[in-house]
């Protein structure tokens, strides 16, 4: 089953809107930032196609992107950077991130449906939904623009350090990835909290 707006529709009859979806992207990989999206969707402009962005392909990911581009009410985007990262942890970065895209959005929501089971503290009630970007449209929206905007910044890395792959690997440990940092060593980048940089 795709994700519904059956959640939305629910907070929207009991008065509690705007509703934000909120996801992150870029928890697992060796380099680059954590990513966080919130969307505000339209109720009257669905946009087609949303799912759970681990579920589509790249090109159905950026024709999901667009269309949520030009139907959402509000989009809010934030970036944790990996030197962050290294001095927060993961967990609380990812945390910041999502605190941060809420934070970036044109319209405050008067709820938030969260990916996860922890939810980050927001000036709003947040609700963690477990798999809630399989299940919830806001937040597989959410997923999207997360991801989407993350393998751009990606790229734009992938740019700086060609021999690194970022634009294929998007920062994940790949056999590729972890011989260039063998060989070249982290670029500023890079987690030098997580394995294999990690100081022992």
Not at 34 to 55: F, H, N, T, Y
Not at 66 to 76: C, F, K, M, Q, W
Not at 79 to 89: K, L, P, T, W
Not at 144 to 157: E, F, G, S, T, W
């Amino acid at each position: 089953m795709p994700p519904h707006f059956r959640l939305e529709t629910r907070l929207l009859r009991d008065g509690l809107w705007p509703v934000a979806g909120v996801d992150e992207a870029g928890r697992g990989p060796l380099a680059g930032p954590v990513a966080a999206a919130a969307v505000i969707l339209d109720p009257r402009r669905l946009p087609e196609g949303v799912d759970d962005s681990k579920a589509l392909t790249a090109e159905a990911r950026a024709a999901a992107f667009e269309r949520i581009a030009a139907s959402a009410l509000a989009i809010g985007v934030a970036f944790v950077s990996a030197e962050e990262i290294d001095a927060m942890n993961i967990r609380q970065a990812t945390l910041a991130a999502m605190a941060r895209a809420v934070a970036a959005l044109s319209l405050a929501p008067r709820h938030a449906l969260i990916d996860g089971n922890d939810p980050p503290s927001l000036a709003c009630p947040a609700e963690a939904i477990v798999k809630g970007d399989a299940s919830c449209l806001s937040i597989a929206a959410a997923s999207i623009v997360a991801k989407v905007m993350r393998d751009r910044q990606m790229r734009r890395l992938a740019e700086l350090y060609p021999a690194y792959g970022f634009a294929a690997n998007a920062g994940y440990g790949t056999k590729e990835h972890l011989a260039a940092i063998a060989a070249l060593g982290p670029t500023p980048h890079h987690r030098t909290s997580f394995s294999p940089m990690r100081r022992k």
